[in-house]
């Protein structure tokens, strides 16, 4: 795994989740204080899943990965049963949207 990947990602991660309360697959509060990879523990989820991306070419496969636009909130719980491929419900829930309003 290249360096700038991780640093990358983690920058990434940090802007997802700063502020973020609701899961947007399933939209219940993230649970800062659960223990990481439990159940309800804060995530990221990728829109189109990294699975989808396999054949692309690599800067667009990074560009997937690290792109805001496809990285959302989730419970570590249902970006897990996601990724199994078990069916999550695809519209993004009203206490999500609300819930990432800008305020003021
Ligand atoms: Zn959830």
């Given at each position: 795994m290249r360096?700038?990947?991780?640093?990358?990602?983690?920058r990434a991660r940090a802007r997802?989740?700063?502020?973020?309360?609701?899961?947007?697959?399933?939209?219940?509060?993230?649970?800062?204080?659960?223990?990481?990879?439990?159940?309800?523990?804060?995530?990221?989820d990728h829109v189109l899943p990294l699975k989808a991306t396999r054949y692309m070419a690599d800067e667009l496969r990074e560009a997937y990965r690290l792109d805001a636009s496809n990285l959302r909130p989730a419970h570590y719980g249902c970006n897990a049963r996601r990724q199994a491929g078990k069916p999550v419900r695809q519209h993004v829930s009203r206490a999500w949207s609300k819930a990432t309003k800008k305020e003021g």
């Open positions: 360096r700038d990947y991780s640093r990358g990602w983690r997802v989740l700063d502020g973020a309360r609701i899961c947007h697959l399933c939209g219940g509060f993230l649970d800062y204080d659960a223990p990481a990879r439990s159940k309800w523990a804060p995530s990221v």
